[in-house]
């Protein structure tokens, strides 16, 4: 495993591979079906405008999921990682559960969004803590303006959160680090390659990414037994 100086500036990227070894389903892993429906057609700005009930019967059975998983070690690894290098470390996570900011991670950045928020499809309003809906709602929850309430959460053909925050952070890093990711979904799966020659890059996961060409190390195993080595090797 690679080892990480005093002056490293380290950026993480998380996938849904680290969240499936605390027991929430990639989707992706059953050929994207749920209940026979392609994510694709419950995940997207279409499919909220066609039936957005039968979207938020997706995303509460999301909601309930996620609700009784725990941190794995790898979560923890990450949150000691930050302990030790502060702002040295970015954790950008596609994965929308919220085991991240469990573990103790306290600066992470949700570019997918965030499962147990909600926010107005129509108003500026704020997202705001959602836990109301882990059943599907009997009447489409409204906000005060009359507006659609809608999980916050970056759907198919959407533009991820906070890009310009994470390009900053990609053209600082030193060391790019990605665990359980596909290397499949954009723009996520180009970040080591916006990196590459000129940053260290090293893949960790149970399955080799469809990037793996762009690492230089691939280290293939459970991320939640190969991160901890690397919190644990520095002091």
């Known amino acids: 495993m690679v080892a990480i100086s005093a002056t490293d500036r380290v950026f993480v990227l998380t996938g849904a591979g680290v969240s499936a070894e605390s027991g929430i389903p990639t989707f992706r892993g059953v ?10 057609e419950v995940a997207s700005p279409d499919a909220w405008r066609h039936d957005p009930r039968l979207v938020w019967e997706f995303y509460s059975m999301r909601r309930r999921v996620a609700a009784s998983a725990t ?6 690894a990450l949150a000691s990682l930050e302990q030790k290098l502060g702002e040295r470390l970015f954790l950008c996570t596609q994965n929308v559960d919220d085991l991240h900011d469990q573990a103790g991670s306290i600066r992470v950045v949700h570019m997918h969004g965030e499962l147990f928020k909600s926010r107005c499809d129509t108003c500026s309003r704020a997202p705001f803590r959602d836990t109301n809906t882990y059943d599907p709602p009997a009447e489409l929850p409204r906000c005060d303006c009359g507006g659609r309430i809608r999980p916050h959460i970056c759907w198919f053909g959407e533009v991820p959160f906070e890009l310009d925050r994470i390009f900053r952070a ?3 890093c030193t060391v790019f680090i990605a665990a359980g990711t596909s290397g499949v979904v954009e723009p996520a799966a180009s970040f080591v390659a916006h990196v590459g020659g000129r940053a260290r890059t090293i893949y960790v996961g149970a399955e080799e990414p469809a990037n793996a060409s762009a690492f230089t190390e691939c280290h293939l195993g459970k991320a939640g037994e190969v991160l901890p080595l690397l919190a644990d090797s520095i002091q």
């Open 31 to 40: 050929n994207g079906l749920w209940r026979n429906y392609r994510i694709e």
């Open 71 to 76: 941190p794995n070690p790898a979560h923890l």
């Open 170 to 172: 990609l053209d600082e």
